[in-house]
T-cell receptor, first 115, second 108 residues
Framework: KAGVTQTPRYLIKTRGQQVTLSCSPI?????VSWYQQTPGQGLQFLFE???????NKGNFPGRFSGRQFSNSRSEMNVSTLELGDSALYLC??????????????FGDGTRLSIL | QKEVEQNSGPLSVPEGAIASLNCTYS??????FFWYRQYSGKSPELIMF????GDKEDGRFTAQLNKASQYVSLLIRDSQPSDSATYLC????????FGAGTRLTVKP
């Protein structure tokens, strides 16, 4: 069974640009969550999608947005990139949305560097 | 107060010893608790999850949950050098919130 697939693996952008990251969940998983990981802040929750609807959102500015398609694949978009957006962006999938006992399985992440 | 707190370490144990990793959380409504292992440069890998008070064992790993005291721990028996990694505690409320992680080093 294939795991969570994230593309691209590495990305270099400049300030002010925008970027779109993609995540394909494990087959049969309907929930997708996105996280930002930096050395200083650790793993921070961005948002969770289930059945094409955003269910939860973390404390990130509106420049960070996402969506989920009917096949459960998800995209995350960051507009007007800032230097501080340099991070590892991780996607995780689970069978159903949040709540009790839904282990999440992570992809390998997209390493975003802002110049 | 952070939602999920862990000692950052590093925690160093000799090979074959028991490694004990601790985590406290602030939200009494939290229902699910997870331990992830993350090797340097890799993504987090699920080790164990626990929902009910008490112990849950899986091979060399034991997760312990005490909801009254709001802590969850992970014991690694017979620690191996390959266990050297950062261990992340996560709590669902219902979205998943992570601690900063404890770096474990197992010395041969």
């Amino acid at each position: 069974k294939a795991g969570v697939t994230q593309t691209p693996r590495y990305l270099i952008k400049t300030r002010g640009q925008q970027v779109t990251l993609s995540c394909s969940p494990i087959s049969g998983h309907r929930s997708v969550s996105w996280y930002q990981q930096t050395p200083g802040q650790g793993l921070q929750f961005l948002f969770e999608y289930f059945s094409e609807t955003q269910r939860n959102k973390g404390n990130f500015p509106g420049r960070f947005s996402g969506r989920q398609f009917s096949n459960s694949r998800s995209e995350m978009n960051v507009s007007t990139l800032e230097l501080g957006d340099s991070a590892l962006y991780l996607c995780a999938s689970s069978l159903v949305a949040g709540g009790v006992g839904q282990p999440q399985h992570f992809g390998d992440g997209t390493r975003l560097s802002i110049l | 107060q952070k939602e999920v707190e862990q000692n950052s370490g590093p925690l160093s144990v000799p090979e074959g010893a028991i490694a004990s990793l601790n985590c406290t959380y602030s939200d009494r409504g939290s229902q699910s608790f997870f331990w992830y292992r993350q090797y340097s440069g890799k993504s987090p890998e699920l080790i164990m999850f626990i929902y009910s008070n008490g112990d849950k064992e899986d091979g060399r790993f034991t997760a312990q949950l005490n909801k009254a005291s709001q802590y969850v721990s992970l014991l690694i028996r017979d620690s191996q050098p390959s266990d050297s990694a950062t261990y992340l505690c996560a709590v669902t409320k219902p979205d998943m919130r992570f601690g900063a992680g404890t770096r474990l080093t197992v010395k041969p």
